[in-house]
């Protein structure tokens, strides 16, 4: 049917009238139907994008029957879980399931798609590297996966089990359903990640299908975008099964373990952080007792009762009395220009004449004041506010004075109103520490709607509760004057108010006078005691210098290992500036760092002794020196201070642990990792998956500066799921991103056009351009490198032409280089030291035209169509359709019209007048195919 001749156009008018119109109709409804059905993917549609990429063929493998999915032979346990998850892929995907097979059963009589490492699979290390494309055959890089489609077979090489998952997953990407056949983009892929770790958070329990579904969604997000790994912060990790409720217990235990499974389907590790320490206790009288003193109450008939004006703190002008314009007397606010946004308001107040109004929507508004205190004193802050149509959201802080770090007290944290609502009166309780002066700030953290009114702002010395029982925290009654040390049991008694029981934690205490002791009615006593201090809505710490918290850890440790098995284990301690307070704290003689430190090193011990080895990764709060982190409490000295005695907490930790670097806290994230460096910690750069695009790239690329730094973690609530692609692309590289067709080999009288698909990323708010796109090559032998530009020809793609060379080079190797205006560079080859290589033809060979066949083909006129069509040659690669009286078989013909796959032998052609009048012809090009060896051997 065919020669190396000679083309031949059958007449058309040997062909019966019915058979011409049927065959028109039938041909016409197949092509719309084509045109109909949704195109393929596509590289650009790879998430994340690939490092290395190209396409080998403008027109599809196209898989219309079954298909094997060839494999190592005696599959370990590893193998079978990666061979059960891409059947699964391609059942979801492509409503296909293919025939799975050992590489020693394997055949080449239908379609084939192999996959397996290098190690197991050394015949797809052959065909791979019998490619010829740069790079490919031998992975170099952790979690590397390559993948080649060609006419008959697809293959899928990985540098180990997880990177196979990948190339499947990037594998869905290149396929696509057409009328029932599995389209596949002909391409080539090389691809592996920045980062080894890329860790996605779930920060939920699970303890009801909502939760069950919204960690389900979070690991199977994860997973699609290449992450490897899964942290669980779940407050309920490690609890004994009766520490449940019934109910809870029922449905946590079975769907806990249902994740852990679907996490080993993924081929993801689990990490598990299974302390409380940096949110709650499970004992309250194990909470830090932060000492308060000298708060004053009266003997009363049914109780002691706080005397609250009795420390005389004045906040000066809190009824909003006084004005200057439109200025409070004595207070202040950041920035002199926010002053617009505040008036006063003679008509609506609490008391007085007058009150605060703040209306129009916009910036962060706070009044500020310095005020005096007691140092360790115990207070409410009171004031009344008043809304209407009012959107958006209010705090109170309390600020001690430089040079502390951490130096605010966070009291309410933000606090809510109704949208309209009448005067209401709020209460803050705080403890100053040990400062004896204070800045109080109050005010809006937004305002988007509607308007808001303050009053008659004061502090007062507040009553007694949370109170911890403990020898170190002693409750001392004085009667004054006099200050005389009375007794409990026989002066005093406390009641425990609320409904819990009294141990060692008093809740909501009351001091109850004893008839026949030595206090009267109406007398005055002042009360030393230990408060269990609440901070940023409720949270709290527990007393690093205890034991039953490290024991109850220990527990908690052996449960979560023995229901999970995780790969590793988090520590979650992170309000430092919380620790060394009470007097058990202060009697050892440590600094705040120190205490944190040894307890943190205490938790890995115990994990350690559960599972030798096991990574442990840490909270960076205790243990970055450049952290400022407005949430903590202000201590005395700066805890995180590299002292000459090793202070801090740094030198109290294994190195083997991992830092979590929390990249909003650091003021200066580059001496952050440095400093971990120096000292020997891995690190991990954790983002913020709530905040901006341009929040999370900056500190991705410090991050990627240093080696030490392993990966990216992603932290986060309400977006996290949405912003899972974001995370995962930064995770795993940045752009620019590069497609390149490699050069055929050419005779060596030709020019060389090179050309590439270059685009940046859409990675932040700031996006990229390209700076420069370099094509750097030379002449084989011996030649020298030489670069030249690559000159933009349409959107995202860029072209050089090289000329021929004036000696009789044997070849010629050469690379493309692009750089962004972030100063990333992408290169094809994707090594420095790797280039493609063009073999050359001698001038009088016809080795370029030699492979392709002049084939005989028909042609039919269908409407405004003109439809070429050729009998199936079964060693045909693909087909070429030209225009023309001579055909040009460079790369880049003028006469190419089509280049067809080998399963489909045909070309609708539009007519215009230059089509009707020239002559076409079809070759089919022939290529030996690569028979790999049968021998596979088998390394365990």
């Known amino acids: 049917m065919w020669n190396e001749t000679k083309s031949v156009s059958k007449s058309m008018n040997t062909i019966d009238c019915t058979q011409k119109i049927y065959r028109s109709r039938l041909i016409l409804a197949f092509f719309l139907l084509i045109l109909a059905a949704p195109a393929y993917c596509s590289l650009r549609d790879i998430i994340p994008r690939p490092q290395q990429m190209g396409v080998i063929s403008e027109s599809p493998t196209v898989i219309s029957g079954s298909f094997y999915l060839v494999v190592p032979d005696d599959p370990t346990e590893a193998e079978i879980l990666v061979e059960q998850e891409v059947i699964r892929l391609f059942q979801e995907n492509s409503l296909r399931t293919p025939i799975l097979v050992g590489f020693s059963h394997f055949t080449y009589d239908i379609p084939s798609i192999w996959i397996g490492t290098s190690e197991r699979f050394p015949a797809l290390v052959e065909a791979l590297d019998s490619t010829g494309i740069a790079g490919m055959g031998l992975p170099t890089h952790n979690e590397e996966y390559q993948i080649f489609v060609d006419e008959f077979r697809i293959l899928i090489l990985g540098e180990d089990d997880r990177a196979l998952r990948w190339g499947a997953l990037s594998l869905m990407r290149l396929i696509g359903n057409v009328n029932g056949s599995l389209n596949i983009d002909r391409v080539y892929v090389r691809d592996w990640p920045d980062?080894?770790?890329?860790?996605?958070?779930?920060?939920?329990?699970?303890?009801?299908?909502?939760?069950?579904?919204?960690?389900?969604?979070?690991?199977?997000?994860?997973?699609?975008?290449?992450?490897?790994?899964?942290?669980?912060?779940?407050?309920?990790?490690?609890?004994?099964?009766?520490?449940?409720?019934?109910?809870?217990?029922?449905?946590?235990?079975?769907?806990?373990?249902?994740?852990r499974e679907r996490l080993r389907s993924h081929g993801q590790k689990l990490t598990v952080s299974c302390?409380?320490?940096?949110?709650?206790?499970?004992?309250?009288?194990?909470?830090?007792?932060?000492?308060?003193?000298?708060?004053?109450?009266?003997?009363?008939?049914?109780?002691?009762?706080?005397?609250?004006?009795?420390?005389?703190?004045?906040?000066?002008?809190?009824?909003?009395?006084?004005?200057?314009?439109?200025?409070?007397?004595?207070?202040?606010?950041?920035?002199?220009?926010?002053?617009?946004?505040?008036?006063?308001?003679?008509?609506?107040?609490?008391?007085?004449?007058?009150?605060?109004?703040?209306?129009?929507?916009?910036?962060?508004?706070?009044?500020?004041?310095?005020?005096?205190?007691?140092?360790?004193?115990?207070?409410?802050?009171?004031?009344?506010?008043?809304?209407?149509?009012?959107?958006?959201?209010?705090?109170?802080?309390?600020?001690?004075?430089?040079?502390?770090?951490?130096?605010?007290?966070?009291?309410?944290?933000?606090?809510?109103?109704?949208?309209?609502?009448?005067?209401?009166?709020?209460?803050?309780?705080?403890?100053?520490?040990?400062?004896?002066?204070?800045?109080?700030?109050?005010?809006?953290?937004?305002?988007?709607?509607?308007?808001?009114?303050?009053?008659?702002?004061?502090?007062?010395?507040?009553?007694l509760t949370r109170l911890v029982r403990r020898s170190d925290t002693p409750l001392n009654v004085y009667e004054e004057p006099g200050h005389v040390l009375r007794t409990e049991g026989v002066d005093y008694r406390v009641i425990e108010t609320y409904s819990s029981s009294y141990e060692n934690y008093v809740r909501q205490p009351r001091l109850e006078r004893i008839p026949g002791g030595a206090l009267y009615l109406n007398d005055i006593v002042s009360v030393d005691w230990g408060c269990a201090v609440y901070f940023q809505n409720g949270k709290n710490t527990v007393c690093f210098s205890l034991l039953e918290p490290l024991q109850a850890y220990q527990n908690r440790v052996r449960n979560a290992d023995s229901l999970l098995s995780p790969d590793g284990f988090k520590i979650h301690i992170n309000e430092v500036a919380y620790a060394g307070h009470d007097q058990l704290c202060q009697s050892r003689g440590l600094t705040p760092a120190q205490l944190v430190g040894r307890y943190c090193n205490n938790m890995y011990e115990i994990i350690q002794s559960r599972r030798p080895g096991i990574p442990v990764r840490i909270y960076s709060d205790p243990f970055d020196y450049y952290t400022y982190d407005p949430r903590a409490m202000p201590t005395t000295s700066n805890p995180w201070t590299r002292?000459?005695?090793?202070?801090?907490?740094?030198?109290?930790?294994?190195?083997?642990?991992?830092?979590?670097t929390m990249h909003r806290y650091s003021q200066d994230l580059d001496s952050t990792f440095i400093t971990y460096e120096q000292y020997g910690f891995p690190s991990v750069i954790a983002l913020y998956t709530d905040g901006y695009e341009s929040e999370q790239l900056a500190p991705v690329l410090t991050a990627k500066k240093y080696p030490d730094c392993r990966g990216l973690i992603a932290y986060g609530w309400s977006s996290f799921q949405s912003k899972m692609h974001l995370f995962g692309s930064l995770a795993w590289n940045t752009g620019p991103f590069l497609i390149h067709t490699p050069v055929q080999p050419i005779l060596a009288t030709d020019?060389?056009?090179?050309?590439?698909?270059?685009?940046?990323?859409?990675?932040?708010?700031?996006?990229?351009?390209?700076?420069?796109?370099?094509?750097?090559?030379?002449?084989?032998?011996?030649?020298?490198?030489i670069e030249m530009s690559m000159s933009s020809s349409a959107t995202d793609h860029y072209a050089a032409t090289i000329p021929p060379s004036d000696s009789s080079p044997e070849g010629m190797e050469y690379a493309i280089i692009a750089q962004d205006s972030r100063g990333e560079i992408r290169r094809a080859p994707s090594g420095e030291n790797e280039a493609f290589l063009v073999q050359l033809s001698a001038a009088s060979s016809d080795r370029v035209d030699r492979a392709l066949i002049q084939i005989e083909h028909t042609v039919m006129s269908i409407g405004d169509y003109t439809l070429i069509e050729w009998e199936p040659v079964t060693s045909a690669e693909y087909y070429e359709v030209h225009v023309g009286s001579r055909s040009d078989f460079s790369e880049n013909s003028s006469t190419l019209l089509a280049r067809q796959n080998r399963d489909t032998p045909r070309y609708l052609l539009q007519n215009t007048t230059a089509n009707k009048s020239s002559e076409i012809s079809v070759y089919a090009r022939i290529k030996k195919r690569i028979e790999a060896s049968k021998t596979c051997t088998r390394i365990k």
């Open 195 to 259: 980062y080894p770790e890329r860790i996605a958070t779930i920060n939920s329990p699970m303890r009801n299908t909502e939760q069950d579904d919204y960690c389900t969604a979070i690991a199977d997000s994860s997973y699609i975008y290449k992450m490897n790994e899964i942290e669980w912060n779940n407050g309920d990790q490690g609890m004994a099964p009766e520490e449940f409720s019934p109910w809870t217990r029922a449905f946590y235990f079975p769907h806990a373990e249902a994740l």
């Open 275 to 463: 302390d409380n320490t940096g949110k709650t206790v499970d004992d309250f009288s194990w909470q830090e007792a932060i000492p308060i003193t000298n708060t004053q109450m009266r003997v009363t008939s049914s109780a002691f009762e706080v005397i609250p004006d009795c420390h005389n703190i004045q906040i000066e002008n809190g009824d909003f009395e006084s004005w200057s314009g439109n200025q409070p007397s004595s207070w202040t606010v950041y920035r002199d220009n926010l002053w617009s946004h505040f008036s006063r308001d003679m008509s609506i107040r609490h008391s007085g004449s007058s009150s605060l109004k703040i209306q129009t929507p916009g910036n962060t508004l706070t009044l500020r004041q310095w005020f005096s205190v007691q140092p360790y004193g115990y207070y409410n802050l009171r004031f009344w506010c008043k809304t209407s149509g009012y959107s958006g959201s209010f705090y109170v802080d309390a600020q001690g004075p430089p040079p502390i770090t951490n130096g605010v007290i966070r009291l309410g944290s933000h606090l809510s109103a109704s949208s309209t609502q009448d005067w209401t009166e709020y209460v803050v309780p705080f403890s100053s520490y040990h400062l004896d002066t204070l800045r109080l700030l109050i005010g809006l953290s937004s305002l988007s709607a509607g308007t808001i009114w303050f009053d008659d702002i004061r502090i007062e010395a507040a009553d």
């Open 643 to 660: 002292g000459e005695n090793g202070e801090g907490t740094l030198a109290q930790i294994s190195s083997d642990i991992e830092i979590m």
């Open 751 to 785: 020019s060389v056009s090179v050309s590439a698909e270059i685009w940046g990323d859409e990675l932040g708010s700031d996006l990229p351009t390209l700076t420069s796109v370099l094509l750097r090559y030379r002449w084989l032998p011996s030649g020298n490198w």
